[in-house]
């Protein structure tokens, strides 16, 4: 039976095609993340004759789910299916795992212990905080990993060398990736006509589910320095952080820094709309590199507190698609960097070394990571 921790969070099944199966392919969905992931494999999936599928969501992914119709066409819309977790008869499962809670993985380890589980990078090293949990609950890791690039998959093998032993791991690219290496340039344009900047430059911190402490260490570093008040910035919480917007802004305006609230706007809009793109450990970061914006990871360890398993600097750093900083101040002297840049002078060397940086890093993220990944599915489905 599910441990605690299993059934620690409500979830609900949703099936596509015949009402009365009950044997398919199941993806298990919880957050944000995870769910944009998927949803171009099952698009995929759904384009053949892949009609038995089924979605096991919790969390924000059945928020979604739930308020909004699937693109998935009226015969083909996901409805919720009225049967237990244990009656399902699953080929295979496939997950992209979760930051925050893994019972969904756990349930299905538990009830269905001889079928296959593929699991999905869809952040780097997000597998690490699942895969402890797993080995904690004294379940098996997933017998397959699709990984975002290369560097990935060499990180992967390193810290479970199984993987590589047995080519159980593979790289696949990101399905939802590609979208950002062939957006169009009015993507952009229409962001910063939402956020009515004109030609002002916005730097955008997106957070972690608590960093409060770290956005006022981060915009005390930036008042110490010259220069950095001729930008705009706004702090993107994390769905998590209960810290309210207004909190933010008053931090910034504390130290006398311009602030620009963002709230009205998802975050996607943000971040295509900005100049420069801060984070600890969020995708954002790599989908500001994808957009050739300049993005920085920010680790200082005295207010974040990343998970024990994700080993730094990351993909994109070692890519040079992304800066690292340890600290808050370092982080906060290449924002003055970056402010001192006038707008219609040469860039200076360090940007322009990141863009070209950027560009190759975009030939990573192939467009057919969705299709790569759904091969591997049908093959294990079969």
């Known amino acids: 039976m599910p441990s605690r921790t299993a059934r620690s969070e409500a979830f609900k099944i949703f099936g596509v095609g015949n009402d009365q199966a009950v044997s398919g392919i199941v993806f298990l969905c919880r957050d944000h993340g995870g769910w944009n992931t998927l949803l171009p494999v099952i698009e995929i999936l759904l384009q053949g004759k892949e ?15 739930e308020k909004s119709p699937m693109p998935f ?15 399902l008869k699953p080929k295979v499962f496939v997950t992209a795992g979760s930051w925050s809670d893994y019972h969904l993985e756990i349930t299905a380890r538990t009830t269905h212990p001889g079928t296959s589980m593929l699991y999905v990078e869809n952040n780097y090293q997000m597998y690490s905080g699942l895969f402890a949990h797993m080995v904690r609950s004294r379940v098996r ?21 199984q993987f590589g032993h047995e080519s159980r791991a593979m790289t696949t690219g990101h399905p939802d990736f590609a979208r950002f290496v ?12 939402c956020l009515a900047l004109g030609d002002r430059r916005l730097v955008t911190y997106v957070g972690t589910p608590d960093n409060k402490r770290f956005v006022i260490a981060f915009a005390q ?32 305006r504390h130290y006398q820094l311009p602030y620009i ?37 920010v680790v200082d360890r005295r207010y974040v507190n990343p998970d024990a ?47 070209k940086s950027q560009q190759r ?20 489905a079969r």
């Open 73 to 87: 066409g009226e015969a083909r819309a996901l409805r919720e299916m009225k049967v237990p977790f244990d009656s």
């Open 141 to 161: 890791l997933p017998e397959f990993v699709c990984c975002i690039d290369g560097q990935s998959l060499v990180n992967l093998e390193a810290a479970y060398p």
């Open 309 to 355: 398993g994700v080993r730094f600097p990351l993909p994109p750093v070692h890519a040079g698609a992304a800066l690292h900083c340890n600290t808050v101040q370092a982080a906060a002297e290449f924002v003055q960097k970056f402010a001192g840049q006038s707008i219609g002078q040469p860039v200076d060397p360090q940007f322009a070394i990141m863009r």
């Open 361 to 380: 890093f975009c030939l990573k993220h192939p467009p057919r990571a969705a299709t790569n990944i759904a091969e591997h599915v049908r093959r294990l």
């Open 261 to 297: 609230e963002t709230e009205s706007q998802d975050v996607n809009t943000v971040v295509a709309a900005s100049d420069l793109v801060l984070s600890t450990w969020s995708t954002e970061i790599i989908h500001a590199a994808l957009r050739c914006i300049p993005a920085v990871y």
């Open 182 to 193: 062939a957006e169009d340039a009015s993507v952009r344009i229409e962001a910063r006509s």
């Open 221 to 252: 570093a930036l008042r110490e320095l010259q220069g950095v008040d001729t930008v705009n910035f706004t702090v993107r919480p994390h769905p998590r952080d209960k810290t309210r917007g207004a909190t933010y802004a008053k931090i910034f």
């Open 51 to 65: 009609v038995s599928l089924f979605v096991v969501a919790s969390g924000w992914t059945l928020g979604l789910i």
